[in-house]
């Protein structure tokens, strides 16, 4: 059991209370089953990650009060491909595949057994980095083996109390959509064509009979033999709540409004299957900044969890949901709001290690916890523990550049400057590096982006101007390196007796560096880039004899 476990005041995040009312809803399971979900009909974006995060979240509360916890996902892969998204390729071979199972359509790009799984294997690549690894569970192979034959031979026995809870709902919502008596709670796909346009009755206890109206084709289907018959949605859903014994499990938005499919599952579960529903946490969209609307796969040009990685570090994505309550919306930004969210976990992160100080000491615990559930292997910060350094974004994008891109060059850098010491130090400046890197390649605003000139250019400057180059330059010849504080002194005096000042003369300085009027921190760029390249660059506009 974590140290943490039975310790209140460290519990604090929402996840704790939401395992907290899962025990105490299941006290007596001896494994706490925890589940999560999507359709892989698109490409799975970094809005569906919400789900398995809330769910990765919850699982290692409970783990941390000393439960045993099992944590599914299942990849409802026996869906129907009712529409092709946008930017897909073989457009033409998937609307040929219309109405046909998403595991049974081609995969488009060749790669994978199917377009579902295609789709499924990008997005769970891509949770392996930030340490989400839950029991994946195909809900194709599922049905065609067999296991839930008696999940659905119970639906059919009890299709007219799904019916009453359905036409309840209906009722309430919707005009005139009554299901009639005859309508049964089940779907599937033709044997001889593979679409869902089957019209069924029930033969005996185990069997269905069903009619395709696509290509005729006619089939009595043994219910323990498998094959390609299945539960609606509605349905579906509490049935495998009851096979899996699940005991949480969140839903969107969109599940979770009156009459939605919670509202009807729950009821359907216990009435049809004798469990009760999960605990269960509603959770809101996550949009992008600067585009209308939530993300949807059919839409196409969706942000992925594999996209956001090359921006955000593992544990800074982690903690960007880590620090939001599951029903609360927000963005996720690729422009300069970027900074601003790595300086807010930096300083989170300070405040958890005890660096800089806390409004009290619940705040402390609070961000240790925050940090604990962000981190990718679940290490919490105990007293006495070091904070590995990590330089901060701004800075860093500043050093990289110097240094055009190379990772090596900048880790190097900070290692010779003292501040890199060790494995994990190292490892995660390069991880940062990385994310920084790609941020100005392809987010970074043009005034944000700058480079050393290759050759020096030759300035003419005023007598004032000369003075105070010169005495910039002065401290940096004959020497090997230097450092920032060695400049300071230089830097206070640099315009005095003249008749400019820093923000009339810096710009000449930088237009002798890179090109620009203004740009990074003249002392961390002349220290990083080194006496002998900066004086190659600033010396040549002296007159001659400075």
């Known amino acids: ?218 089939a009595d289907v043994d219910l323990r033999k498998g094959g390609n018959l299945k539960l609606p949605w509605r349905i579906d859903w509490p049935m495998r709540w009851a096979h899996e014994r699940v005991c949480f499990e969140p839903g969107g938005k969109d599940h979770s409004t009156a009459g939605g499919s919670f509202d009807t599952a729950k009821d359907i579960v216990r009435v049809v299957y004798g469990w009760q529903a999960p605990e269960y946490v509603g959770y809101d969209f996550v949009r992008i900044k600067g585009r209308a609307g939530k993300i949807s796969s059919s839409k196409g040009d969706v942000v992925t969890v594999s996209d956001c990685l090359e921006i955000y570090e593992p544990e800074v994505l982690r903690w960007l949901f880590v620090s939001f309550r599951p029903n609360t919306e927000f963005q996720i930004s690729f422009d300069l709001d970027v900074i601003t969210l790595y300086e807010n976990f930096d300083r989170t992160r300070r405040i958890a290690y005890g660096v800089e100080p806390a409004k009290d000491a619940q705040a402390r615990l609070v961000a240790q916890r925050t940090m604990q559930l962000a981190s990718v292997d679940h290490r919490r910060i105990a007293e006495g523990d070091v904070m590995p350094f990590v330089p901060g974004f701004r800075h860093l994008s500043m050093t990289l550049q110097i240094f055009e891109g190379d990772l090596d060059k900048t880790v190097a850098y900070y290692e010779e400057a003292g501040q890199v010491v060790g494995d994990e130090s190292r490892r995660l400046t390069r991880q940062r590096a990385r994310c920084v890197w790609n941020w100005i390649s392809e987010w970074g605003p043009d005034e944000f982006r700058y480079k050393l000139r290759r050759e020096p250019k030759h300035r003419e400057l005023t007598a004032d101007e000369a003075t105070c180059l010169a005495r910039l330059v002065a401290p940096l010849r004959g020497r090997e390196e230097v450092r920032e504080d060695d400049l300071v002194p230089t830097m206070k005096s640099l315009c005095e007796g003249t008749s400019l000042d820093n923000k009339t003369f810096l710009p000449v300085v930088y237009d002798l560096l890179i090109g620009r009027d203004k740009g990074p921190k003249l002392t961390t760029l002349i220290t990083a880039i080194g006496p002998a390249r900066a004086l190659s660059l600033l010396a040549p506009s002296l007159p001659a004899g400075t």
């Open 1 to 218: 059991m974590d140290p943490a476990a039975g310790h209140d005041s460290y519990l604090n995040h929402w996840a704790d209370a939401a395992a907290a009312k899962t025990l105490a809803a299941h006290p007596d399971v001896a494994v706490v089953t925890v589940a999560a979900g999507i359709t892989p009909s698109g490409v799975v974006h970094v809005g569906n990650f919400r789900e398995v995060i809330t769910v990765d979240l919850v699982a290692r509360a409970l783990r941390d009060r000393g439960a045993n916890v099992r944590f599914i996902y299942s990849w409802d892969d026996f869906d129907v491909l009712r529409k092709v998204p946008a930017d897909m390729p073989k457009r033409d071979m998937l609307t040929e595949n219309l109405r046909r199972s998403i595991s049974a359509v081609p995969d488009p790009y060749g790669e994978h057994d199917s377009y579902a799984g295609h789709n499924i294997a990008a997005f769970e690549k891509s949770l392996a980095p930030l340490g989400i690894r839950p029991e994946f569970i195909r809900q194709s192979q599922r049905y065609r083996a067999g296991a839930y034959a008696d999940g659905i031979r119970l639906a059919l026995k009890h299709a007219a109390d799904i019916r009453a809870v359905l036409n309840d709902v209906r009722d309430k919502t919707t005009a005139n959509t009554r299901l009639e008596d005859g309508w049964l709670p089940l779907s599937g796909f033709c044997d001889n064509c593979g679409r869902d346009t089957l019209a069924f009755a029930v033969v005996d206890e185990w069997t269905v009979h069903y009619d395709c109206s696509a290509c005729k084709h006619a």
